[in-house]
Protein backbone atom coordinates (compact mmCIF):
# COMPACT_ATOMS: atom_id res chain seq x y z
CA UNK A 1 0.00 0.00 0.00
CA UNK A 2 3.16 2.43 0.53
CA UNK A 3 4.53 1.16 -2.20
CA UNK A 4 1.38 2.00 -4.32
CA UNK A 5 0.74 5.11 -2.54
CA UNK A 6 4.84 6.44 -3.42
CA UNK A 7 4.23 5.30 -6.33
CA UNK A 8 1.46 7.53 -7.26
CA UNK A 9 2.98 10.85 -5.91
CA UNK A 10 6.55 10.42 -8.14
CA UNK A 11 3.87 9.91 -10.81
CA UNK A 12 2.34 13.33 -10.12
CA UNK A 13 5.78 15.39 -9.53
CA UNK A 14 6.90 14.11 -12.54
CA UNK A 15 3.59 14.92 -14.47
CA UNK A 16 3.72 18.67 -12.32
CA UNK A 17 7.60 18.87 -13.75
CA UNK A 18 6.68 17.99 -17.06
CA UNK A 19 4.00 20.70 -17.71
CA UNK A 20 6.09 23.42 -15.75
CA UNK A 21 8.91 22.95 -18.02
CA UNK A 22 6.19 22.76 -21.03
CA UNK A 23 4.93 26.09 -19.30
CA UNK A 24 8.07 27.67 -18.99
CA UNK A 25 9.16 26.66 -22.66
CA UNK A 26 6.64 28.77 -23.86
CA UNK A 27 6.95 31.61 -21.97
CA UNK A 28 10.30 32.09 -22.82
CA UNK A 29 10.03 30.96 -26.92
CA UNK A 30 6.52 32.11 -27.56
CA UNK A 31 6.33 35.47 -25.19
CA UNK A 32 9.89 36.62 -23.12
CA UNK A 33 12.35 36.19 -26.46
CA UNK A 34 10.15 37.86 -29.13
CA UNK A 35 9.28 40.58 -26.77
CA UNK A 36 13.19 41.08 -25.75
CA UNK A 37 14.11 41.53 -29.49
CA UNK A 38 11.01 43.88 -30.53
CA UNK A 39 8.82 41.33 -32.62
CA UNK A 40 6.08 39.40 -32.02
CA UNK A 41 5.09 35.70 -33.45
CA UNK A 42 1.01 37.46 -33.98
CA UNK A 43 -0.97 35.35 -30.48
CA UNK A 44 -1.69 38.71 -29.07
CA UNK A 45 -3.52 39.72 -32.36
CA UNK A 46 -5.32 36.95 -32.99
CA UNK A 47 -6.28 36.66 -29.55
CA UNK A 48 -7.69 40.18 -29.64
CA UNK A 49 -9.36 38.92 -33.01
CA UNK A 50 -11.47 36.41 -31.64
CA UNK A 51 -12.10 38.67 -28.27
CA UNK A 52 -13.65 41.37 -30.47
CA UNK A 53 -16.05 38.50 -31.87
CA UNK A 54 -16.60 37.04 -29.03
CA UNK A 55 -17.74 40.52 -27.60
CA UNK A 56 -19.49 41.52 -30.68
CA UNK A 57 -21.72 38.37 -30.24
CA UNK A 58 -22.44 39.15 -26.32
CA UNK A 59 -23.64 42.15 -27.20
CA UNK A 60 -25.67 40.98 -30.14
CA UNK A 61 -27.19 38.11 -27.57
CA UNK A 62 -28.18 40.72 -24.80
CA UNK A 63 -30.21 42.47 -27.28
CA UNK A 64 -32.00 39.60 -28.64
CA UNK A 65 -32.45 38.22 -24.94
CA UNK A 66 -34.11 41.67 -24.09
CA UNK A 67 -36.36 41.54 -27.14
CA UNK A 68 -37.37 38.11 -26.50
CA UNK A 69 -37.74 38.29 -22.69
CA UNK A 70 -39.33 41.76 -21.42
CA UNK A 71 -38.83 41.24 -18.35
CA UNK A 72 -35.48 41.09 -17.98
CA UNK A 73 -34.06 44.36 -16.51
CA UNK A 74 -32.84 47.23 -19.36
CA UNK A 75 -29.89 48.65 -18.09
CA UNK A 76 -30.20 52.18 -17.60
CA UNK A 77 -28.72 55.02 -19.98
CA UNK A 78 -25.04 55.66 -19.18
CA UNK A 79 -25.62 58.75 -16.57
CA UNK A 80 -23.90 61.92 -16.81
CA UNK A 81 -23.17 62.76 -13.07
CA UNK A 82 -24.78 62.82 -9.73
CA UNK A 83 -27.54 65.09 -10.62
CA UNK A 84 -30.69 65.44 -13.26
CA UNK A 85 -30.42 68.73 -15.11
CA UNK A 86 -32.31 70.62 -17.03
CA UNK A 87 -32.02 70.91 -20.64
CA UNK A 88 -33.30 74.27 -21.45
CA UNK A 89 -31.77 77.83 -21.91
CA UNK A 90 -31.41 80.20 -18.96
CA UNK A 91 -34.60 82.40 -20.38
CA UNK A 92 -36.87 78.89 -20.15
CA UNK A 93 -35.81 78.04 -16.37
CA UNK A 94 -36.15 81.28 -15.35
CA UNK A 95 -40.01 81.38 -17.18
CA UNK A 96 -40.44 78.14 -15.17
CA UNK A 97 -39.63 80.07 -11.79
CA UNK A 98 -41.87 83.14 -12.44
CA UNK A 99 -45.35 81.45 -13.26
CA UNK A 100 -45.47 80.23 -9.38
CA UNK A 101 -45.56 83.89 -8.45
CA UNK A 102 -48.78 85.20 -7.19
CA UNK A 103 -48.00 88.69 -8.77
CA UNK A 104 -47.56 88.78 -12.13
CA UNK A 105 -44.51 90.36 -13.41
CA UNK A 106 -43.63 92.11 -16.89
CA UNK A 107 -40.87 90.58 -19.30
CA UNK A 108 -39.14 93.45 -18.77
CA UNK A 109 -38.27 93.67 -15.27
CA UNK A 110 -36.41 92.04 -12.58
CA UNK A 111 -37.89 89.13 -10.36
CA UNK A 112 -36.19 88.11 -6.80
CA UNK A 113 -36.54 84.66 -8.27
CA UNK A 114 -34.38 85.05 -10.66
CA UNK A 115 -31.35 84.65 -8.36
CA UNK A 116 -33.13 81.16 -7.28
CA UNK A 117 -31.90 79.74 -10.64
CA UNK A 118 -28.00 80.93 -10.03
CA UNK A 119 -28.18 79.51 -6.82
CA UNK A 120 -29.28 75.85 -8.43
CA UNK A 121 -26.68 76.16 -11.04
CA UNK A 122 -23.46 76.95 -8.59
CA UNK A 123 -24.85 74.27 -6.62
CA UNK A 124 -24.82 71.89 -9.21
CA UNK A 125 -21.41 72.61 -10.25
CA UNK A 126 -19.95 72.12 -6.94
CA UNK A 127 -21.50 68.87 -6.46
CA UNK A 128 -21.40 67.46 -9.00
CA UNK A 129 -19.12 69.79 -11.99
CA UNK A 130 -17.70 68.32 -15.25
CA UNK A 131 -14.04 67.82 -13.65
CA UNK A 132 -15.16 65.33 -10.85
CA UNK A 133 -16.77 63.04 -13.44
CA UNK A 134 -13.31 62.73 -14.99
CA UNK A 135 -11.99 60.93 -11.57
CA UNK A 136 -14.68 58.03 -12.48
CA UNK A 137 -14.27 55.19 -14.63
CA UNK A 138 -15.50 55.55 -18.00
CA UNK A 139 -18.46 53.87 -18.94
CA UNK A 140 -19.14 51.31 -21.15
CA UNK A 141 -22.10 51.36 -23.89
CA UNK A 142 -22.38 47.33 -24.24
CA UNK A 143 -20.81 44.85 -21.71
CA UNK A 144 -17.52 43.50 -22.06
CA UNK A 145 -18.03 39.97 -20.23
CA UNK A 146 -16.58 41.07 -17.07
CA UNK A 147 -18.30 40.75 -13.64
CA UNK A 148 -16.95 44.21 -12.77
CA UNK A 149 -18.99 46.12 -15.15
CA UNK A 150 -22.43 44.50 -14.87
CA UNK A 151 -24.25 42.10 -12.63
CA UNK A 152 -27.26 41.21 -14.82
CA UNK A 153 -26.02 40.47 -18.18
CA UNK A 154 -24.45 37.03 -17.85
CA UNK A 155 -28.41 35.42 -16.50
CA UNK A 156 -29.78 36.41 -19.76
CA UNK A 157 -29.28 32.86 -21.37
CA UNK A 158 -27.32 29.47 -20.78
CA UNK A 159 -24.41 30.25 -23.19
CA UNK A 160 -23.77 33.20 -22.39
CA UNK A 161 -23.35 32.37 -18.37
CA UNK A 162 -21.48 29.56 -20.15
CA UNK A 163 -18.83 32.25 -21.76
CA UNK A 164 -18.88 34.14 -18.68
CA UNK A 165 -17.83 31.36 -16.56
CA UNK A 166 -14.90 30.36 -19.18
CA UNK A 167 -13.66 33.96 -19.29
CA UNK A 168 -13.65 33.73 -15.31
CA UNK A 169 -11.03 30.51 -15.50
CA UNK A 170 -8.90 31.70 -18.50
CA UNK A 171 -8.77 35.43 -17.12
CA UNK A 172 -8.02 33.55 -13.45
CA UNK A 173 -6.04 30.81 -14.07
CA UNK A 174 -4.43 31.17 -17.31
CA UNK A 175 -3.69 34.76 -17.90
CA UNK A 176 -2.80 35.84 -14.59
CA UNK A 177 -0.40 33.93 -13.44
CA UNK A 178 1.47 34.01 -16.97
CA UNK A 179 1.20 37.92 -16.55
CA UNK A 180 2.56 37.41 -12.57
CA UNK A 181 5.15 35.30 -14.26
CA UNK A 182 6.17 37.79 -17.06
CA UNK A 183 6.42 40.80 -14.53
CA UNK A 184 8.52 38.95 -11.92
CA UNK A 185 10.72 38.65 -14.43
CA UNK A 186 10.11 41.67 -16.12
CA UNK A 187 11.42 43.68 -13.13
CA UNK A 188 13.76 41.12 -11.78
CA UNK A 189 15.60 41.47 -15.06
CA UNK A 190 15.40 45.35 -14.78
CA UNK A 191 16.95 45.14 -11.43
CA UNK A 192 20.07 42.93 -12.07
CA UNK A 193 20.35 44.37 -15.59
CA UNK A 194 20.74 47.71 -14.97
CA UNK A 195 22.47 47.23 -11.55
CA UNK A 196 24.87 45.55 -13.64
CA UNK A 197 25.23 47.86 -16.34
CA UNK A 198 26.09 50.37 -13.78
CA UNK A 199 29.47 49.30 -13.27
CA UNK A 200 30.65 49.94 -16.63
CA UNK A 201 32.81 53.43 -17.37
CA UNK A 202 30.70 55.77 -18.78
CA UNK A 203 30.54 55.61 -22.07
CA UNK A 204 28.86 54.80 -25.23
CA UNK A 205 28.90 51.14 -24.97
CA UNK A 206 27.05 51.52 -21.28
CA UNK A 207 24.79 54.07 -23.12
CA UNK A 208 23.81 50.86 -25.53
CA UNK A 209 23.57 48.61 -22.93
CA UNK A 210 21.38 51.15 -20.51
CA UNK A 211 18.87 51.54 -23.36
CA UNK A 212 18.64 47.71 -24.45
CA UNK A 213 18.31 46.34 -20.75
CA UNK A 214 15.50 48.90 -20.15
CA UNK A 215 13.81 48.24 -23.38
CA UNK A 216 13.53 44.42 -23.12
CA UNK A 217 12.47 45.34 -19.13
CA UNK A 218 9.54 46.84 -20.47
CA UNK A 219 8.83 44.93 -23.55
CA UNK A 220 8.37 41.60 -21.21
CA UNK A 221 6.22 43.68 -18.90
CA UNK A 222 3.81 45.14 -21.63
CA UNK A 223 3.52 41.57 -22.94
CA UNK A 224 2.89 40.44 -19.47
CA UNK A 225 -0.29 42.90 -20.04
CA UNK A 226 -1.07 41.27 -23.02
CA UNK A 227 -0.70 44.85 -24.51
CA UNK A 228 -1.61 45.59 -28.15
CA UNK A 229 -0.10 48.79 -28.92
CA UNK A 230 -0.47 51.10 -32.25
CA UNK A 231 2.33 53.45 -32.46
CA UNK A 232 1.24 56.69 -35.05
CA UNK A 233 3.77 59.58 -36.72
CA UNK A 234 7.26 57.75 -35.39
CA UNK A 235 9.17 60.41 -37.33
CA UNK A 236 7.68 62.45 -34.12
CA UNK A 237 9.35 60.37 -31.47
CA UNK A 238 11.25 62.64 -28.76
CA UNK A 239 14.68 63.10 -29.39
CA UNK A 240 17.47 63.62 -26.69
CA UNK A 241 17.73 66.39 -25.03
CA UNK A 242 13.96 66.91 -25.52
CA UNK A 243 10.95 67.26 -23.09
CA UNK A 244 7.82 64.24 -23.73
CA UNK A 245 4.97 65.39 -22.39
CA UNK A 246 1.26 62.80 -22.01
CA UNK A 247 -1.77 62.74 -20.69
CA UNK A 248 -2.03 60.86 -17.86
CA UNK A 249 -4.96 57.15 -17.43
CA UNK A 250 -2.74 54.82 -15.95
CA UNK A 251 0.51 53.98 -14.26
CA UNK A 252 0.84 51.56 -16.91
CA UNK A 253 1.33 54.67 -19.22
CA UNK A 254 5.37 54.42 -18.58
CA UNK A 255 5.45 50.71 -20.06
CA UNK A 256 3.03 51.71 -23.04
CA UNK A 257 5.83 54.70 -23.89
CA UNK A 258 8.91 53.00 -22.83
CA UNK A 259 7.97 49.95 -24.90
CA UNK A 260 8.93 52.05 -27.87
CA UNK A 261 11.95 54.15 -26.95
CA UNK A 262 13.85 54.67 -23.38
CA UNK A 263 13.29 58.07 -21.29
CA UNK A 264 14.37 59.53 -18.21
CA UNK A 265 12.02 59.28 -15.53
CA UNK A 266 11.69 62.02 -12.98
CA UNK A 267 9.55 61.60 -9.48
CA UNK A 268 9.97 61.39 -6.06
CA UNK A 269 12.26 58.69 -4.44
CA UNK A 270 11.00 56.02 -2.79
CA UNK A 271 11.65 53.28 0.16
CA UNK A 272 10.76 49.44 -0.07
CA UNK A 273 10.76 47.50 -3.49
CA UNK A 274 10.14 50.96 -5.30
CA UNK A 275 13.20 52.45 -3.51
CA UNK A 276 15.39 49.42 -5.09
CA UNK A 277 14.13 49.63 -8.80
CA UNK A 278 14.72 53.55 -8.77
CA UNK A 279 18.49 52.84 -7.27
CA UNK A 280 18.92 50.14 -9.61
CA UNK A 281 17.54 52.63 -12.40
CA UNK A 282 19.73 55.12 -11.77
CA UNK A 283 23.02 53.75 -12.25
CA UNK A 284 22.48 52.97 -15.60
CA UNK A 285 20.89 55.34 -16.71
CA UNK A 286 20.50 59.36 -15.58
CA UNK A 287 17.22 59.48 -14.20
CA UNK A 288 15.89 62.42 -12.15
CA UNK A 289 14.87 61.45 -8.51
CA UNK A 290 13.93 63.58 -6.20
CA UNK A 291 13.57 63.77 -2.38
CA UNK A 292 10.36 64.59 -0.74
CA UNK A 293 12.34 68.05 0.58
CA UNK A 294 13.54 68.89 -3.19
CA UNK A 295 9.91 68.23 -4.54
CA UNK A 296 8.58 71.28 -2.19
CA UNK A 297 11.35 73.73 -3.99
CA UNK A 298 10.26 74.91 -7.02
CA UNK A 299 13.24 76.34 -7.92
CA UNK A 300 15.47 73.59 -6.98
CA UNK A 301 13.56 70.65 -9.33
CA UNK A 302 13.27 73.33 -12.33
CA UNK A 303 17.17 73.80 -12.42
CA UNK A 304 17.77 69.78 -12.25
CA UNK A 305 15.38 69.94 -14.84
CA UNK A 306 16.89 72.48 -17.00
CA UNK A 307 20.27 70.75 -16.29
CA UNK A 308 19.21 67.38 -17.73
CA UNK A 309 17.48 69.06 -20.84
CA UNK A 310 20.47 71.27 -21.38
CA UNK A 311 22.73 67.87 -22.15
CA UNK A 312 21.83 66.94 -25.32
CA UNK A 313 23.14 63.27 -25.28
CA UNK A 314 20.82 62.92 -22.30
CA UNK A 315 17.54 60.53 -22.64
CA UNK A 316 14.03 62.79 -23.04
CA UNK A 317 13.10 63.32 -19.70
CA UNK A 318 9.22 61.62 -19.55
CA UNK A 319 6.72 63.98 -17.78
CA UNK A 320 2.79 63.94 -17.20
CA UNK A 321 1.81 67.43 -16.22
CA UNK A 322 -1.89 66.72 -15.29
CA UNK A 323 0.05 65.40 -11.69
CA UNK A 324 -2.56 62.64 -11.63
CA UNK A 325 -4.68 59.81 -13.71
CA UNK A 326 -7.82 60.64 -15.66
CA UNK A 327 -10.25 59.02 -16.81
CA UNK A 328 -9.23 58.05 -20.59
CA UNK A 329 -12.09 60.44 -22.06
CA UNK A 330 -10.62 64.10 -21.53
CA UNK A 331 -7.42 66.21 -20.65
CA UNK A 332 -7.28 68.29 -17.48
CA UNK A 333 -4.93 71.25 -17.26
CA UNK A 334 -1.47 70.68 -17.62
CA UNK A 335 0.44 73.01 -14.80
CA UNK A 336 3.11 75.05 -16.09
CA UNK A 337 6.29 73.75 -14.73
CA UNK A 338 6.94 71.41 -17.35
CA UNK A 339 7.27 74.12 -20.05
CA UNK A 340 9.04 77.15 -17.75
CA UNK A 341 12.28 74.46 -17.69
CA UNK A 342 12.37 75.52 -22.22
CA UNK A 343 13.44 72.84 -24.64
CA UNK A 344 11.52 71.34 -27.13
CA UNK A 345 8.21 69.79 -26.18
CA UNK A 346 7.67 66.23 -27.56
CA UNK A 347 2.99 66.02 -27.31
CA UNK A 348 2.17 62.48 -27.21
CA UNK A 349 -1.55 61.12 -26.71
CA UNK A 350 -2.88 58.21 -25.69
CA UNK A 351 -5.88 56.61 -25.66
CA UNK A 352 -6.64 53.27 -23.90
CA UNK A 353 -9.64 50.78 -25.53
CA UNK A 354 -12.13 50.44 -22.87
CA UNK A 355 -14.00 47.23 -24.51
CA UNK A 356 -11.25 45.38 -22.96
CA UNK A 357 -10.53 46.34 -19.45
CA UNK A 358 -10.82 49.84 -17.62
CA UNK A 359 -7.13 51.00 -17.46
CA UNK A 360 -7.63 54.17 -15.57
CA UNK A 361 -6.22 53.87 -11.99
CA UNK A 362 -8.93 55.28 -9.68
CA UNK A 363 -6.37 55.92 -6.82
CA UNK A 364 -8.88 57.39 -4.22
CA UNK A 365 -10.81 53.95 -4.82
CA UNK A 366 -8.42 51.03 -5.36
CA UNK A 367 -4.53 51.12 -3.89
CA UNK A 368 -1.85 50.01 -6.25
CA UNK A 369 -2.19 46.47 -5.80
CA UNK A 370 -5.56 46.23 -6.27
CA UNK A 371 -5.49 48.11 -9.29
CA UNK A 372 -2.85 46.00 -10.78
CA UNK A 373 -5.03 42.48 -9.88
CA UNK A 374 -7.80 44.21 -12.27
CA UNK A 375 -5.38 44.91 -15.21
CA UNK A 376 -3.63 41.73 -14.80
CA UNK A 377 -7.50 39.91 -14.99
CA UNK A 378 -8.95 41.90 -17.26
CA UNK A 379 -8.84 40.51 -21.30
CA UNK A 380 -5.72 42.51 -22.30
CA UNK A 381 -5.03 46.73 -22.65
CA UNK A 382 -5.21 47.91 -26.03
CA UNK A 383 -4.16 51.48 -26.62
CA UNK A 384 -3.05 54.16 -29.67
CA UNK A 385 -0.22 56.04 -29.11
CA UNK A 386 -0.40 59.06 -31.41
CA UNK A 387 3.49 61.19 -31.45
CA UNK A 388 2.94 64.67 -32.13
CA UNK A 389 5.22 67.23 -34.28
CA UNK A 390 7.74 68.75 -31.61
CA UNK A 391 6.61 72.42 -30.26
CA UNK A 392 8.60 75.24 -28.79
CA UNK A 393 7.32 78.08 -26.93
CA UNK A 394 6.23 81.05 -29.42
CA UNK A 395 7.16 84.61 -29.34
CA UNK A 396 5.38 86.71 -26.43
CA UNK A 397 3.88 83.24 -24.97
CA UNK A 398 3.67 82.87 -21.41
CA UNK A 399 4.53 79.05 -19.72
CA UNK A 400 0.40 78.64 -19.15
CA UNK A 401 -0.28 79.52 -22.70
CA UNK A 402 1.81 77.12 -24.07
CA UNK A 403 0.84 74.65 -21.75
CA UNK A 404 -3.06 74.98 -23.18
CA UNK A 405 -1.62 75.10 -26.49
CA UNK A 406 -0.07 71.67 -25.94
CA UNK A 407 -2.97 70.16 -24.22
CA UNK A 408 -5.54 71.04 -26.53
CA UNK A 409 -3.30 69.50 -29.53
CA UNK A 410 -2.37 66.29 -27.33
CA UNK A 411 -6.67 66.03 -26.43
CA UNK A 412 -7.94 66.84 -30.43
CA UNK A 413 -5.43 63.83 -31.94
CA UNK A 414 -6.50 61.47 -29.46
CA UNK A 415 -10.10 62.23 -29.38
CA UNK A 416 -10.28 63.35 -26.01
CA UNK A 417 -12.17 66.13 -24.09
CA UNK A 418 -9.96 69.39 -23.46
CA UNK A 419 -11.12 70.16 -20.09
CA UNK A 420 -11.58 73.87 -19.11
CA UNK A 421 -8.40 74.47 -16.37
CA UNK A 422 -10.40 74.28 -13.20
CA UNK A 423 -12.70 73.38 -10.76
CA UNK A 424 -15.16 74.99 -8.18
CA UNK A 425 -13.74 72.02 -5.17
CA UNK A 426 -10.51 73.85 -5.39
CA UNK A 427 -10.22 76.93 -7.01
CA UNK A 428 -11.62 80.49 -6.53
CA UNK A 429 -14.29 81.56 -9.62
CA UNK A 430 -12.35 83.91 -12.40
CA UNK A 431 -14.05 86.74 -13.12
CA UNK A 432 -14.44 86.20 -16.71
CA UNK A 433 -17.09 82.92 -15.50
CA UNK A 434 -19.44 85.12 -13.79
CA UNK A 435 -18.97 88.15 -16.50
CA UNK A 436 -20.38 85.79 -18.93
CA UNK A 437 -23.34 84.57 -17.00
CA UNK A 438 -24.04 88.17 -16.05
CA UNK A 439 -23.61 89.39 -20.00
CA UNK A 440 -26.45 86.53 -20.36
CA UNK A 441 -28.87 87.47 -17.74
CA UNK A 442 -28.63 90.74 -18.79
CA UNK A 443 -29.62 90.31 -22.76
CA UNK A 444 -32.71 88.84 -21.61
CA UNK A 445 -34.53 91.61 -20.20
CA UNK A 446 -32.76 93.55 -22.95
CA UNK A 447 -34.70 91.08 -25.89
CA UNK A 448 -37.82 91.37 -24.18
CA UNK A 449 -38.32 95.27 -23.80
CA UNK A 450 -35.23 97.42 -24.89
CA UNK A 451 -36.76 100.49 -22.50
CA UNK A 452 -35.89 98.49 -19.87
CA UNK A 453 -32.57 99.86 -17.92
CA UNK A 454 -30.44 97.32 -16.53
CA UNK A 455 -27.99 99.39 -14.60
CA UNK A 456 -31.15 99.78 -12.26
CA UNK A 457 -30.82 96.16 -11.12
CA UNK A 458 -27.82 95.29 -12.21
CA UNK A 459 -26.02 95.67 -8.75
CA UNK A 460 -28.95 92.74 -7.32
CA UNK A 461 -28.11 90.93 -10.09
CA UNK A 462 -24.41 91.03 -9.52
CA UNK A 463 -24.66 90.27 -5.55
CA UNK A 464 -27.07 86.91 -6.52
CA UNK A 465 -24.30 85.54 -9.04
CA UNK A 466 -21.48 86.23 -6.96
CA UNK A 467 -23.28 84.91 -4.06
CA UNK A 468 -24.18 81.34 -6.21
CA UNK A 469 -20.52 81.02 -7.22
CA UNK A 470 -18.95 81.34 -4.09
Request: positive net charge.
Amino acid sequence: MTDLFEGGMEDLWSIAVVLLQVWLSVMIGLIMIPAMFGFSLGVTSVYIQILVKILEWATLRIQRGHREQPTLPVPAPLPNGLIQREGGSMEQEMGELRRYRTQSISRGEFALSDSFYFYRKGLESIVDDQVTQRFSSEELVSWNLLTRTNHNFHYISLRLTIIWGLGVIIRYCVLFPLRITLAIIGLSWLVIGTTLVGFLPKNRVKTWLSELVHLMCYRICARGLSATIQYHNKENKPQKGGICVANHTSPIDIVILANDGCYAMVGQCHGGLMGVIQRSMVRSCPHVWFERSEMRDRHAVTSRLRAHVAAKTNLPILIFPEGTCINNTSVMMFKKGSFEIGGTIYPVAIKYDPRFGDAFWNSAKYNMVSYLLRMMTSWAIVVNVWYLPPMTREEGEDAAQFANRVKSAIAHQGGLLDMADGSLKRDKVKEEFKEQQQKMYSSMPLQCNGSVLIDNIWPTITLVIVTSCL
